[in-house]
């Protein structure tokens, strides 16, 4: 089972961008790595999915390296409205391709004005 | 505003009762994924249904099932209630079978409280 750990908390001044590191050492071949936000009392929402090298959208970059045993999830010029809990997940696939779903403990990141 | 509509969105019950959360996903995903998050907890997979077929189980209780029905909603049976099965739980669905190259999208959950 793929387990992932990333940092407890963050803190990051307005404007600035923010960079969440992911580990991912039992990653397997067929998982994807993706990104959820999260607010107090709501649903998670997807930020970004990637499987290897650099992903980019609207909202966020992902970079996964090579070995693919980390991912950053980097906030171009956050806000107030970007404090929130980042999760990073991976998919577990099995080898019939039944899929067990980690979320990592997530990061809360807190914009400060 | 996801599509995953949830039901009840608060609950309240006392130890040893048993309740069940219901889950409609979006119009045209197959796939419904069970979470458990209690207080400043992160998230728990529970079970993943597709097209009414469990395929997976996560950390999930003996005394909790689910079932994904033909018209594809889904429901989460919670019995012998304990006071630390206290949490939000919350369904998610998505188009494909896999994760890979797919979005979950979560509903707004359902607080459940024992008392």
């Known amino acids: 089972l793929a387990k992932t750990t990333q940092p407890i908390s963050m803190d990051s001044y307005e404007g600035q961008e923010v960079n969440i590191t992911c580990s991912h050492n039992?990653?397997?071949?067929?998982?994807?790595i993706t990104w959820y936000q999260q607010f107090p009392s709501q649903g998670p929402r997807f930020i970004i999915q990637?499987?290897?090298t650099k992903v980019t959208n609207e909202v966020a970059s992902l970079f996964i390296p090579a070995d693919r045993k980390s991912s950053t999830l980097s906030l171009p010029r956050v806000s107030l409205s970007d404090t929130a809990v980042y999760y990073c997940?991976?998919?577990?696939?099995?080898?019939?391709?039944?899929?067990?779903?980690?979320f990592g403990t997530g990061t809360k990141l807190q914009v400060i004005p | 505003d996801s599509g995953v509509t949830q039901t009840p969105k608060h609950l309240i019950t006392a130890t040893g009762q048993r309740v069940t959360l219901r889950c409609s996903p979006r119009?045209?995903?197959?796939?419904v994924y069970w979470y458990q998050q209690s207080l400043d907890q992160g998230l728990q997979f529970l079970i993943h249904?597709?097209?009414?077929?469990?395929?997976a189980k996560g950390n999930i209780l003996e005394r909790f099932s689910a079932q994904q029905f033909p018209d594809l909603h889904s429901e989460l049976n919670l019995s012998s209630l304990e006071l630390g099965d206290s949490a939000l739980y919350f369904c998610?669905?998505?188009?494909?079978?896999?994760?890979?190259?797919?979005?979950?999208?979560f509903g707004p959950g359902t607080r459940l409280t024992v008392l």
């Open positions: 998610a669905s998505s188009v494909a079978f896999s994760l890979g190259g797919n979005e979950q999208f």
């Open positions: 039992n990653i397997a071949t067929n998982d994807y």
């Open positions: 990637g499987y290897k």
């Open positions: 997940l991976v998919g577990d696939t099995h080898r019939m391709g039944y899929q067990k779903v980690t």
């Open positions: 119009s045209g995903d197959l796939s």
């Open positions: 249904y597709y097209n009414g077929e469990e395929r």
